[in-house]
């Protein structure tokens, strides 16, 4: 015996403006953007693969990574191995033990410890075609942001190098594409409910919607954060995006005073999140929490004060973090390569992460063998026009895309503007990496508003194919000084093209 499951009544006379306002995508299956993706994927990963255990040695800030990960694979914490005890780090766990990974697979080479941030990198550009396809609803939009980012070298080098912004950058693009699908959810949620007898005239309270992406978001959050701190920047974004998104979303749905009903919803869910960032972000602490060697791990027991369990684990954890901050806030030592935040898009200083003493033979009389740091110029002074053209189209047509674009680069921006001001701090151009997806969106989002005019169609998408393509060969005369290629010293010296502030 069977019985017969009875799908609600769906009304049929939900006004059409009321289903456009409340469109989202439907095609997120359709094979042809799929089809890019893995393309464009596969693309990204063989250039961030290949040779990717070359060079051989530690890379710049290699010296701490990698080595930190290895012995958290021996002891579960960081370790001092001129002392044999607990080594004092000041970034969180997360971005080690991914690294930690790959030398779990591969051993304590180059090979282990840069796998990790190699598929990190393609990761990010994965991410980043089906965040384009889903706000733009075009195959050709979504393939040009991925090419773009596959095709820069600022990207490239840091997906080849085991320093940790990789990883926040990952995590914060997957939480925005996590918020990003949580805005469609709810919008389908309340589209379903109207078709179903929801009566937003009548009804007290907006419908009762689970966001389950929302949830996601929270814990990617708190992952992100357990990489870097500097995660916590886009807070304030990503909770404005989602409270204003959903009011957005009741008012297309026709519910009066759209802002305080379901308030107390958003309120409620979102501090939900909140806790789950914050119970993801203390998982990434499990090595530290679960031993007793790590980095004053019993503070307060050494010092006189009780340690009850658990609070007294969480109290020595919150005590380590104070100090780690003291550190972060006062480190103002000059470096050679360190760069302010009004340079970094401009390419006003890149970080000379290779330059061996002894590079080899390239059978001419002077050899070079680099690698910089550098975004794709073409593509990098693409951005602030890119930007500023972004915030005016968002102002005149009132487009959601726009300012969640532009929010998210100054979420990944303007604090940095803010520290320089406030204590001087050491800062370098890789600070960038998490702003990188929002500044191509920006691009992209331009592009499109060039393909898709009416009146100068052509033109446009001539423009946009011919801007693509000078980014890819911009790329291809790069592309030594991205991977350490051996050049002749002329070859070398005229791809410095703003002189001594790329030396």
């Not at 706000?135 to 979504?142: D, E, G, I």
Request: net charge neutral; glycine share 8%.
């Amino acid at each position: 015996m069977t019985t017969a499951v009875i799908e609600p009544a769906v009304r049929h006379d939900v006004p059409d403006i009321v289903r456009r306002r409340l469109a989202t995508l439907e095609d997120w299956l359709d094979p042809y953007s799929w089809l890019v993706t893995g393309i464009i994927g596969v693309v990204a990963a063989i250039l961030r693969l290949t040779g990717v255990n070359h060079p051989k040695g530690y890379v710049f800030d290699e010296i701490y990574y990698p080595t930190d990960a290895w012995d958290m694979l021996q002891h579960g914490v960081e370790w001092d191995e001129k002392t044999d005890t607990a080594g004092y780090v000041v970034h969180p766990p997360l971005g080690k033990w991914l690294i930690a990974f790959g030398e779990k697979m591969f051993g304590n080479t180059e090979l282990g410890w840069r796998f990790p941030t190699a598929i990190a990198g393609t990761l990010m550009i994965v991410i980043l075609i089906r965040v384009a396809y889903r706000m733009f609803h075009s195959v050709v939009l979504a393939a040009t942001a991925g090419l773009l980012m596959t095709l820069d070298g600022f990207q490239l080098v840091l997906s080849r190098t085991s320093l940790l912004d990789i990883f926040l950058g990952l995590f914060v693009l997957a939480t925005f594409a996590a918020v990003l699908l949580d805005r469609d959810h709810y919008r389908r949620r309340l589209l379903r409910a109207l078709e179903t007898g929801y009566d937003p005239e009548t009804e007290v309270r907006a419908p009762r919607i689970v966001p389950w992406w929302l949830l996601a978001a929270g814990a990617l959050f708190g992952l992100a954060c357990g990489v870097k701190w500097s995660a916590l920047f886009f807070l304030p974004f990503f909770a404005a995006l989602i409270v204003v998104w959903r009011v957005q979303a009741r008012r297309s749905a026709g519910l009066p005073s759209p802002l305080a009903r379901g308030l107390a919803g958003d309120l409620g869910w979102g501090l939900f999140s909140v806790v789950l960032s914050g119970l993801f972000y203390l998982a990434t602490w499990t090595g530290w929490l679960l031993t007793d060697t790590g980095w004053d791990r019993h503070y307060r027991a050494l010092h006189g004060m009780s340690e009850p369990p658990v609070l007294g684990a969480l109290l020595n954890l919150l005590h380590y973090h104070q100090g780690a901050y003291g550190f972060h806030s006062t480190l103002t030592k000059t470096h050679n390569y360190q760069s302010w935040p009004w340079q970094w898009l401009v390419l006003g200083r890149p970080v000379a992460f290779y330059w061996p003493d002894n590079p080899g033979d390239c059978g001419a009389g002077n050899c070079i063998r680099e690698i910089l740091l550098l975004g794709t110029p073409l593509l990098w002074w693409s951005f602030l026009p890119a930007l500023v053209t972004l915030l005016w189209l968002g102002i005149s047509r009132r487009d959601w895309r726009a300012y969640a674009i532009v929010g998210g680069a100054a979420a990944g921006l303007l604090p940095w503007f803010y520290f320089a001001a406030a204590d001087n701090r050491t800062m370098f151009s890789f600070y960038t990496l998490p702003a990188l997806p929002f500044l191509i969106l920006a691009v992209v989002y331009v592009l499109g508003a060039l393909i898709a005019s009416p009146r100068y169609r052509a033109i446009g998408a001539v423009t946009a194919g011919l801007y693509v393509g000078l980014v890819a060969l911009c790329f291809a005369y790069f592309y030594p000084i991205f991977v350490g290629e051996l050049i002749p010293y002329d070859a070398w010296m005229s791809r410095m093209w703003l002189g001594n502030r790329w030396i």
